[in-house]
């Protein structure tokens, strides 16, 4: 991204803060009509792209050439054509009325720059994707075999795209439009009123002096902020500049503390409440309340950061890493006495489970936000306080709503050719009506698709493609949903391409494959419990009272079972046999048939009660040793 100085700057400074405020403006009054008001956002976003992202890595970054300047305009046009002609587009018959030379002209001007945009913005994978469905829908019946698609004419695809609501002004931009828009200006007001470094502190002062005290920090505080940030990457860079250095210090190796910082960064989309963009594309995709999104979302997401927590302590103690003095900390004491500070984040999850409109409970949580903030001189919230709050999270906007802008070409790709039905056909045949074998290879795809995009660009794609293949399964929308986003994040800590793994080693100074290997050992549970909650939707607390409490106690058990067969610990170090008889309980935890569960649960107990301190100690080592 580019870093801009004097006039240039403060025009962006502006221009942030205007579509920012038009945004607010409309999550109070209410938005325009669906197709309109995804128009207008993409007109303001798209330009941003050109303004704040340079096309190459040698061109200016503290200025922009005038070439950029033509392409933001030139992006903008499109949309002040739908806003000055929307009557007529509303209006008119899709596949009946002609599509005008115009109309034609202006749909592959803006197809080309919201490619180029994702290039710039998103990364080339992405742009490569939508530009190969772009293309299918016109030349798809010149490829042989299975890719044969249908005919298309020029104005045919010029009307899907750019005409239409299943184009590139399809939901996943809708979403954009809406809810993220607000919860990243949301997320803006929590840094500047210092609810985000309360998160930090919060996690320092109880947990910073437990064994290996940094570790359990960095997971404490990325599973309360990277709700809200949305974003892997940015939340390694966020806590792990602190985290990394405090867990390497302390005597975990590199490779580990990388690790840990990209497993608990990650792991913050799945966390509910706002699990960064998705939940949202979630719920406009199923057609439901985004409350049944966030009950779905809890249990999967505390048993992944609860696997996490004990791995990290396990390593700690048989590493006989200690933890930090709790003069270097924060006081618990003064922490208590500003749990106000947690007022928006509560307000929020109870206007959101009690009906309130996600945009509302947004705003309502902007308004608590600054109200939390007086208090506090440091970062009591005046009106330039407040318009860099709206920078802040409105300038983070053009990675999700271009990504979801070509998403859209995607979705209407796969609307228009029935691409979808192609690919529903080559997962039966190739699996053979076998359902797991399904959920393995959707599981594949949406890791590869995942591999160098952001986590709505990839949970969109393989929704789009993987997701009428589970339900034409058996499997339940819902827990099709919820397993293709799951590894659509997971794809972030899998290698060979893991962006946060890899952005945390490079702080850590650590390979990035091995810490990006290291993080799949961690985050092991969220490799296996989509496969659980597809076939057990109560790990979803989608079944009865009796079913959901077996599903909670078989996943909480499974955590343990997990976690002393990952790390080999357990008062002792464990022989590999025992690792075995924990890793097999569990997994039979995790099935939906309570004879295995029940087995599963009695023989971790078990375990637990026979292997406890029997093994060997680890000889604690030093930072130095550990290095």
Not at 341 to 363: E, F, K, Q, R
Request: with cysteine; hydrophobic share 55%; aromatic share 12%.
């Amino acid at each position: 991204m580019r870093e801009l100085t004097g006039r240039t700057k403060q025009f962006i400074y502006v221009y942030v803060i205007l579509m920012g405020c038009f945004h607010l403006y409309t999550a109070i009054f209410g938005s325009y009509e669906a197709y309109l008001q995804r128009a207008i956002h993409l007109s303001w976003v798209l330009p941003l792209g050109f303004l704040l992202y340079p096309a190459t890595k040698s061109a200016p970054k503290d200025s922009i050439p005038l070439y950029d300047w033509i392409l933001a305009a030139l992006s903008a046009v499109p949309g002040l054509y739908v806003m000055q002609n929307y009557s007529n587009i509303a209006m008119r018959i899709v596949q009946v009325d002609p599509v005008t030379t115009v109309q034609i002209a202006l749909a592959f001007l803006l197809t080309v720059l919201l490619l180029e945009g994702t290039r710039r913005v998103v990364g080339f994978p992405l742009a490569l994707i939508a530009a190969f469905f772009a293309g299918y829908m016109y030349f798809g019946h010149l490829l042989p075999g299975i890719m044969k698609g249908l005919s298309f004419t020029i104005p045919e695809v010029a009307e899907q795209l750019f005409l239409t609501d299943e184009g590139i002004y399809a939901i996943p931009l809708g979403v954009s439009a809406t809810f993220v828009m607000v919860f990243l200006i949301f997320g803006g007001f929590l840094e500047k009123s210092g609810i985000g470094a309360y998160f930090m502190e919060f996690a320092q002062a109880f947990a910073g002096t437990t064994p290996g005290g940094p570790a359990k920090i960095a997971v404490v505080s990325s599973c309360l902020f990277g709700s809200i940030s949305g974003s892997a990457v940015a939340n390694v860079y966020g806590t792990g500049t602190f985290t990394i250095p405090l867990m390497k210090r302390l005597g975990y190796a590199p490779y580990f503390a990388g690790a840990v910082e990209a497993v608990a960064s990650s792991g913050g989309q799945i966390m509910p409440p706002i699990m960064g963009a998705g939940a949202f594309i979630m719920a406009s995709l199923l057609g439901i309340q985004y409350g049944r999104i966030v009950i779905a979302a809890i249990v999967p997401a505390l048993l992944y950061y609860a696997a996490v927590f004990l791995m990290v302590h396990l390593r700690a103690l048989k590493r006989g890493l200690k933890g930090l003095s709790p003069e270097e900390l924060p006081s618990k004491r003064g922490v208590v006495k500003r749990l106000y500070n947690l007022i928006p984040i509560v307000g929020l999850v109870w206007m959101l489970m009690t009906g309130y409109s996600p945009m509302l409970s947004a705003v309502l949580g902007i308004g608590m936000a600054w109200l939390v903030s007086l208090p506090s001189r440091e970062h009591r919230m005046g009106p330039k306080a407040i318009l860099d709050a709206i920078y802040a999270g409105a300038k983070n906007i053009p990675v999700v709503g271009i990504a979801c802008a070509s998403a859209g070409i995607i979705v209407g790709s796969v609307a228009l050719t029935g691409f979808g039905f192609k690919f529903v056909g080559f997962i039966f045949s190739f699996a053979g009506n076998i359902p797991f074998l399904a959920l393995l290879l959707i599981m594949l795809i949406s890791l590869v698709l995942g591999m160098g995009l952001p986590t709505t660009g990839a949970y969109i794609l393989a929704a789009a493609l993987g997701v009428p293949a589970l339900v034409k399964m058996g499997f339940s929308p819902l827990s099709a949903h919820m397993f293709v986003f799951y590894f659509a994040i997971v794809s972030a800590i899998t290698p060979p391409v893991a962006l946060a793994a890899y952005a945390a080693s490079s702080i850590a100074g650590a390979s990035p494959n091995q810490t990006g290997f290291q993080a799949m050992r961690l985050g092991i549970l969220a490799f296996i419990v989509p496969f659980a909650f597809c076939y057990d939707p109560s790990l979803l607390l989608q079944g009865t009272a009796l079913q959901n409490l077996a599903a909670v106690a078989g996943g909480a058990t499974a955590a343990l079972a997990m976690g002393f067969a990952m790390e080999g610990y357990l008062a002792g170090l464990l022989s590999l046999w025992q690792r075995g008889i924990f890793l097999l309980a569990g997994l039979a935890c995790l099935t939906p048939l309570y004879t295995l569960k029940g087995a599963g649960i009695a023989l971790t107990i078990a375990g637990m009660a026979l292997f406890w301190g029997k093994g060997p100690k680890q000889t604690p080592r030093t930072p130095a040793q550990a290095a």
